[in-house]
């Protein structure tokens, strides 16, 4: 099976917003959680450049490391789903986080801060696939349809990429040898550099 | 750390005013219930395009029991190729979105009160009858739009003439009309030369006032093909470091409002260096001696002085352009919209022209419009300078389309004032306010002022001075808007009473074609049914036919159902028999829905179709598609084109401007497109022509009795309503326009060559003498000001540039974009870009709230974003905001349950005088300012 992954690619990023955007709309992200967002720095400055960043899917992931409740798993593409059912908000995964990936509905430094949201690869979760109970939770399954997720297919400039890591890593590299330069893959070292881990625990 | 744009989002939702009014909907009008995956009922896949910018991305619908409830990517669209923006990632908002105008309104002692359909309609139009009685009817200013589809627009035009007043224009007046009159008076043809999908070919890419990261995301995809596989160089003028400056190899800093100073620098050193094309110039352009002797006086020094950029960067601009052709030239607002703007598009044409870079695969002038129709609605004529197809208001020009509607032109002529004001150009979009205070004594034209106000589809904060235009609101005896939002008209005068908002719906709940940027015609599927009680334009138009007297003439070719909807077909048939300028009389709506429905077919540079189908044909068949639909012309991709025969899309410069000036040839000398049997330049076609070359025993029995029975041998090939002459001059791979030299000076304009003249509210005092403004001056019915603007000086208490732009996440006046709370989470509040220096001077910290003040009085509070984007000296305002008034916010005035999620001052406030003298675009892109502490 192969291994999915997000790349982006920043020489190409311009920041437009398609990618946020388009997670709103298929997954019915409300207001105020934002599991994809754009980051630019050195904003209106020579060298600006902005990134698309969202949950990583990593390979050794330290949110299911740190999770007390063990919510998390990871499927057999790599890609990391968690149990809303099973979270109790504590808030561990998101200080584990390198891509501060994880969101809350609600802000509070004690307590619980509700379910914890965050990028499903376009994966749904825990739930029948296609379910409604699943789109109210973690919103579209589009892998189980054969789609890809729709942020990096929808990117105006296709400087987010999305799938089989191999495949993408080969699109990437392709435009290097073009252009005659890369950007870095943003990101990847952190997320992959690790071996994937042959351990996929489904609650 | 700094704080970028977005540093301004808020963490919750919570803290967004109008969020917790999204409940608020009246429960007395429910929408479908907005869909999920799970509801039963089969999906449905529409294609519509995106109703933003004029890219023209395919939007693929899902839709469930009438429900839209997913989109997918348009993978087939040989333009966006699957891809949005976030704008065009979030349409599906527009008809599943709480925040529309959901039933007729009428504002009553200041409270909204619901009316139906008929009540306002026999409300409104009574008013208007009666104006018409009392005032003429040139006191009613229809204001239509260019979210209007090809049918509408032409439709919405057809309507003002038979209304009987000129005074009809929309936003492509503020947007590029600059551009098209520019353009078009240098080679024929106002728009966009080739294709953002022909970028690809392009070796260099200068942009000029364009910031396509923001305004035409999707445009950067083909951008970045040509910088990364074709190594082009990307070189952004721009006095901001935009986002797409940000990506570029080369960034311009110029000070806002010197464009024609830049340029002309450029051309000093291509000039300087013998890198000109000079075959091409000696065949196909006129007057670039001219030219030249204007531009000796750019020298680096010189122009250093004027533009702020140094003439080691100027020339090493020129170096990059010379060296790496083709290249082509993107301009946008930031060219447009300024007193000179007709000066700046025609010295972006002549540099160009300089380079031989017209009419080639590569090259071109890349004029990126902007709302999703403002080019169809453009051709189509919703302007008060012309009826459809450019054909201006001559008597010739009525008595061809009286010819086209089947109408006696005499009872036309009846429902206007008088056959002079039925010629004369009304009153623009820029200054309908002035048209409402203004003396009728100073206005030409204008018998009594305007009375009554449609705003169809129009954001009022994306004009200039607003307080004047809440002033003319105000004096108004009914103000009408059609739209699918209550937008900031609803709101932004103290008018108590006799304001209508009637809902109009989105392009997604109706159908009709749609032409994009690169002059091609696409098709839009009616994605789901009306919602609320909303109707299509056209609908809201035959109710308003109907009762003021002229549905059965205006709707006399055309089917209108028993629910007052007139067949969109039949109105594309229509204006397919009329739109012969600009070859708008191929693409029939057969021809349109086949290329939708074979998108797939067409190559993603060329655009041409690859087998299949329509085989050979260019994607939208970009106009001209010359002659009727049934000569199957495949559409001109690149104009000016001679590699091709025109029979295959190639074509020459328009002879437009006669045969000679000044004893010199304006025909092409020795060069013609492939395959011509007129081997040099020649004049346009008439019937006289061809019966002179032989040529007219090509012509069938039924053209030729088409043709005398307009104007026999004099009959030309705009107004021969057969095609004839258009097909026999195309059979013998003729131009029917001729093939002329572009003209470098247009004798016509008040610049004859296009010169550097400061801003009306310059900082550089010093360089008003040499470079002033004009002379006062009155066109379009109105007196217009220059020098008796620039000649006071406000520039000591007011010491720094005010210019304005886009953000990618909303368009126009935004009241769609905001009402959207995908977009609107993206961007919750109203900003100015503030260098560091000038924060400190004034004692402004990063986030602050400021007043930033104008020198007409007016003020606005903002948000100070402290960047180094902007120089010293110049603060830039996005101008999509409304809906605050001098720090006064007006949520409470909106309809209830109407209000957009977010609201803010419109930069438009503080933005001032200053109209181009020719098209009377606005001047948004330099004034003075100050800015305190709030």
Not at chain 1, 52 to 76: G, I, K, N
Not at chain 1, 96 to 121: E, L, V
Not at chain 1, 149 to 167: K, Q
Not at chain 2, 435 to 452: C, F, H, S, T, Y
């Amino acid at each position: 099976m192969a291994r999915a992954k997000f790349l982006l690619d920043s020489a190409r990023c311009i920041e437009c917003n398609a990618c946020v955007t388009a997670c709103k709309n298929e997954n019915g992200v409300p207001w105020g959680i934002n599991r994809r967002r754009v980051v630019t720095i050195r904003d209106g400055k020579p060298g600006e450049t902005s990134v698309s960043v969202a949950c990583m899917h990593c390979s050794d992931a330290p949110c299911m490391a740190v999770c007390p409740a063990d919510v998390f798993y990871q499927t057999e593409d790599g890609i990391v789903l968690h149990s809303k059912d099973l979270c109790i908000g504590c808030g561990y995964c998101f200080y584990a986080c390198p891509f501060g990936a994880p969101q809350f509905p609600k802000a509070t430094n004690f307590g619980s801060r509700g379910k914890m949201d965050k990028c499903t690869f376009c994966a749904g979760g825990p739930a029948e696939n296609n379910s409604e109970e699943e789109y109210e939770k973690y919103g579209r399954n589009r892998i189980a349809e054969g789609k890809l997720p729709l942020c990096a297919e929808m990117c105006s400039t296709s400087a987010l990429l999305a799938g089989d890591g191999d495949v993408i890593a080969d699109v990437y590299r392709q435009r290097v040898v073009a252009r005659g330069f890369g950007s870095g893959a943003w990101g990847w070292n952190t997320a992959y550099n690790k071996p994937t881990s042959e351990f996929s625990s489904k609650p | 750390m700094t704080m970028d744009r977005r540093g301004f989002l808020r963490g919750s939702g919570l803290a967004v005013g109008g969020l917790a009014a999204v409940s608020m909907m009246s429960k007395t009008v429910q929408k479908a219930e907005a869909g999920n995956a799970w509801q039963v009922g089969e999906v449905t896949r529409r294609k519509s395009v995106c109703t933003h910018c004029a890219v023209g991305c395919t939007v693929e619908a899902e839709v469930q029991n009438g429900v839209w409830t997913r989109q997918a990517p348009a993978w087939d669209s040989p333009i966006n190729m699957g891809t949005h923006c976030c704008k065009g990632a979030a349409v599906r908002e527009s008809t599943n979105g709480e925040r529309r105008a959901k039933y007729p309104m009428e504002l009553v002692g200041g409270k909204w009160e619901r009316r139906t359909w008929d009540e306002a309609i026999n409300k409104i139009g009574d008013e208007m009858l009666k104006i018409r009685k009392e005032s003429g009817p040139d006191s009613v200013y229809w204001l239509g739009s260019a979210k209007h589809n090809n049918e509408q627009a032409y439709l919405f035009r057809k309507f003002a003439a038979y209304w009987g007043t000129n005074n009809v224009d929309h936003q492509a007046r503020i947007c590029h009309s600059t551009t098209v009159a520019g353009v078009a008076n240098t080679w024929g043809y106002g728009a966009m030369t080739n294709s953002f999908n022909d970028m690809h070919n392009s070796k260099a890419i200068l942009m000029v006032g364009a910031n396509p990261t923001e305004a035409h995301p999707v445009a950067m995809r083909h951008v970045f093909k040509a910088t990364e596989e074709n190594g082009a160089k990307l070189i952004v003028c721009d006095p901001r470091f935009t986002r797409t400056a940000a990506k570029a190899h080369e960034h311009v800093r110029l000070r806002p409002g010197t464009d024609v100073a830049l340029i002309w620098g450029i051309l000093w050193h291509i000039f300087e260096n013998g890198w000109e094309d000079t075959n091409y110039i000696q065949t196909r352009v006129w007057g670039m001696d001219q030219i030249r002797t204007e531009v000796a006086k750019w020298d680096p020094k010189t122009t250093e002085d004027v533009t702020g950029v140094t003439g080691e960067q100027l020339a090493r601009v020129a170096k990059t352009l010379a060296d790496n052709k083709p290249g082509t030239i993107v301009w946008c607002m930031g060219g447009t919209q300024h007193t000179t703007g007709n000066n700046n598009t025609r010295a972006y044409c002549v540099l160009q022209l300089a380079l031989g870079n017209i009419g080639v695969s590569g090259g071109g002038a890349n004029i990126f419009r902007g709302h999703d129709n403002v080019q169809g609605a453009t051709d189509l004529g919703v302007l008060s300078h012309t009826l459809p197809g450019y054909y201006g208001l001559s008597t010739g020009a009525w008595k061809h389309w009286s010819r086209v509607w089947g109408e006696d032109y005499n009872w036309l002529k009846g429902q206007f004032a008088n056959q002079k004001e039925m010629e004369a150009i009304g009153i623009p979009v820029s200054r309908w306010f002035d048209g409402v205070l203004e003396d009728p004594k100073n206005m030409e034209n204008q018998p009594n002022p305007i009375r009554a106000m449609v705003f169809w589809g129009h954001a009022p904060n994306s004009q200039t001075r607003l307080p004047d235009m809440r002033k003319a609101m105000m004096k108004l005896d009914m103000l009408v808007i059609v739209d699918p939002y209550p937008t900031v008209s609803a709101v932004l005068s103290d008018r108590t009473d006799n304001v209508w908002v009637l809902p109009a719906t989105t392009q997604f709940e109706t159908y009709g074609s749609v032409t994009n940027s690169n002059r091609s015609l696409q098709w839009r599927e009616k994605v789901v049914d009306p919602v609320f009680e909303s109707l299509p334009d056209h609908t809201i138009m035959a109710k308003f036919a109907k009762k003021l007297g002229f549905a059965k003439e205006l709707f006399r070719n055309i089917e209108v159902s028993s629910a007052d909807e007139p067949k969109i077909e039949d109105i594309t048939a229509e204006f397919n028999r009329g739109m012969w300028t600009i070859g708008y009389t191929g693409q029939s709506p057969e021809r349109i829905k086949a290329h939708m429905a074979n998108q797939k077919t067409f190559d993603r540079t060329t655009l041409q179709a690859v087998g299949g189908p329509v085989d050979g044909e260019y994607y939208g068949m970009p106009w001209p598609s010359w002659g009727t639909p049934e000569m199957k012309h495949p559409g001109t991709p690149n104009l000016y084109d001679m590699s091709k025969p025109v029979s295959k899309g190639g074509l020459t410069f328009r002879a437009r401007f006669g045969v000679e000036r000044n004893g010199q040839n304006l025909l092409a000398e020795g060069v013609y497109s492939k395959d011509s049997e007129i081997k040099d330049g020649y004049p346009e076609f008439t019937m006289q022509m061809l019966m002179d070359l032989g040529w007219d025993g090509d012509l069938t029995a039924d053209e030729r009795k088409a043709i005398d029975a307009v104007a026999g041998p004099k009959t030309n090939w705009k107004t021969d309503l057969s095609g004839g002459i258009q097909r026999v001059a195309i059979k013998h791979e003729c131009a029917p326009f001729g093939n002329a030299k572009a003209r470098a000076v247009v004798w016509t304009f008040p610049d004859p060559v296009p010169i550097h003249r400061e801003p009306l509210y310059t900082p550089r005092r010093d360089l008003v003498a040499k470079y002033p403004t004009y002379p006062d001056r009155t066109f379009y019915r109105l007196p217009t000001l220059y020098e008796s603007i620039q000649k006071v000086d406000y520039s000591k208490d007011f010491p720094i540039i005010l210019t304005s732009g886009r953000l990618v996440e909303y368009e126009g006046g935004g009241d769609e974009t905001r009402s959207n709370p995908w977009l609107a989470e993206l961007q919750q509040e109203m900003f100015a870009e503030i260098n560091p220096r000038d924060a400190n001077d004034n004692g402004i910290s990063e986030g602050a709230w400021i007043w930033l003040n104008s020198p007409t009085g007016a003020k606005v509070k903002v948000k100070a974003l402290v960047t180094e984007r902007v120089k010293p000296g110049v603060v830039f305002m996005p101008f999509h905001f409304g809906g605050w008034y001098e720090g006064e916010d007006l949520r409470s005035k909106y309809p209830p349950g109407a209000d957009p999620y977010v609201l803010g001052e419109s930069s438009n406030t503080a933005q001032t005088y200053g109209y181009d003298s020719v098209t009377q675009m606005q001047e948004t892109k330099v004034t003075l300012c100050n800015i305190t502490a709030a």
